[in-house]
């Protein structure tokens, strides 16, 4: 697996050049971790004495879903900032009215989760009861939903924010609302409305 090209200038209005380094590091550790896991994987370490209490085949197994998450998310987190558009597409508009009524809603509802996660906010379909929900991680590994498809992802944890917002969480969250790529996230929603 290797580390995706991300521009800068997409995440400029959110986060300043330092702040977005850090979490390109982070991001980068992440890639190396996933891949070194798999490596390791290959060669079936210690599965015999695999178990759930403690074993060195199951802390690679919890970290193989932790790293890969890690991977995942920053890199839907990063596609989806960039304000090249500056309102919702048609795709996303039937979406947030079906499942909140309205934009107004589903934002309330979405800085709500965000101000409650430790690590992730996720705008998703479940795609078991077909529906959106705003969704709280957090950890990678942690309110993971089965099946459930990004559609919006917003990075909660401190190391995407607190270098330029300290605790103002609130701030942080309006401005990646702001700046949102929603052209990335109506591809992404056109394939959800497309299946409901």
């Not at 982070?26 to 210690?46: A, F, Q, R």
């Not at 944890?157 to 702001?178: L, S, V």
């Not at 109506?186 to 394939?191: G, L, M, Q, S």
């Amino acid at each position: 697996m290797k580390i995706a090209k991300i521009d800068f200038s997409y995440t400029t209005n959110v986060v300043s050049q330092p702040q977005f380094d850090a979490h390109m590091k982070l991001y980068g550790g992440y890639v190396d971790k996933i891949n070194e896991i798999d490596k390791t994987l290959l060669s079936n370490p210690e599965s015999a004495a695999a178990n759930a209490v403690y074993s060195h085949y199951r802390g690679l197994k919890k970290g193989e879903t932790f790293a890969l998450n890690g991977v995942i998310l920053h890199e839907e987190y990063f596609a989806n900032l960039g304000n090249s558009h500056t309102a919702p597409g048609p795709a996303t508009t039937q979406l947030i009215n079906q499942f909140f009524g309205n934009y107004d809603n589903w934002l309330a509802d979405f800085t709500a989760t965000a101000m409650s996660a430790r690590g992730w906010c996720i705008t998703a379909f479940d795609q078991r009861s077909h529906t959106i929900h705003n969704f709280l991680q957090d950890a990678h590994d942690d309110g993971v939903i089965t099946m459930a498809f990004p559609i919006i992802v917003l990075d909660m944890y401190e190391h995407a924010y607190f270098m330029d917002y300290g605790t103002n969480k609130a701030d942080y969250i309006h401005k990646f609302i702001n700046n949102l790529n929603w052209s990335a996230i109506e591809a992404r929603a056109a394939k959800i409305a497309a299946i409901i």
